[in-house]
Every structure is written in structure tokens, then in C-alpha cells.
């Protein structure tokens, strides 16, 4: 499974971040695999946004939930974040990851940094 995120690297406060994770070597409606984003702020270790499930369940970290929405367009076999209302604590690198919830191996991104900033 290859993962790639595509999406600005700039955003200013109070707007949307929007991030697209394109998907290969593997369909994300395929059972046992949760499709996650993940980010690293600065100086910082990860932190754990939320993630859609093969089935299009999603589950979000409860201190950005109320900011964040995953969806999935399985046409393009891509999955998607939203986090709503920035600021520039949010300045991060992130990451979209996939792992098979049996085996619990984790496949990842490259990363991608996203600045806030007016």
C-alpha cells in the first residue's frame, strides 16, 4: 500500500486546511484497514487526528473533533481532511497513514508541511 498526501502549504487563520491522501496498491473500502491522519507540530512528537474506516466509520481525536471532518471518495480511492477555524498551532507536518487493525501494520506518507500564517 502506497500513500500520498497532496493539499497547500499554506493557510491562513481562521480558514479551512484541506488534505487529500491518494491511495495505491491497495483499495481503502478493503476490510481490516483503518485509513488515518496523523500530524507532528514543531518540536513536537505526533499527534493522532482520526481516521475513516473501510466501512466509512469515522473516529476523531475528541480535542480536534468539533474542527475535524474525514470522508473518503472511493471513486478515487482517496481519503480526505478537513480542519476547520486554524490558527498557527496547527502549523504541522502532516501525514495520512494506513494500518491493517489484525496485523497492525502501519503503512504511511511522505508528509506534507502546512504552515498557518497570515
Known amino acids: 500500500v502506497q500513500l500520498q498526501e497532496s493539499g497547500p502549504g499554506l493557510v491562513k487563520p481562521s480558514q479551512t486546511l484541506s488534505l487529500t491522501c491518494t491511495v495505491s496498491?491497495?483499495?481503502?473500502?478493503?476490510?481490516?484497514?483503518?485509513w488515518s491522519w496523523i500530524r507532528q507540530p514543531p518540536g513536537k512528537g505526533l499527534e493522532w487526528i482520526g481516521y475513516i474506516a473501510n466501512s466509512g466509520d469515522t473516529n476523531y481525536n475528541p480535542t480536534l473533533k468539533s474542527r475535524t471532518t474525514i470522508s473518503r471518495n472511493t471513486s478515487k480511492n482517496q481519503f480526505t481532511l478537513q480542519l476547520s477555524s486554524v490558527t498557527p498551532e496547527d502549523t504541522a507536518v502532516y501525514y495520512c497513514?494506513?494500518?491493517?487493525?489484525?496485523?497492525?501494520?502501519?503503512?504511511w506518507g511522505q508528509g506534507t508541511q502546512v504552515t498557518v500564517s497570515s
Open positions: 497513514n494506513a494500518r491493517h487493525t489484525a496485523t497492525l501494520r502501519d503503512y
Open positions: 496498491g491497495g483499495s481503502i473500502t478493503t476490510n481490516y484497514y483503518a
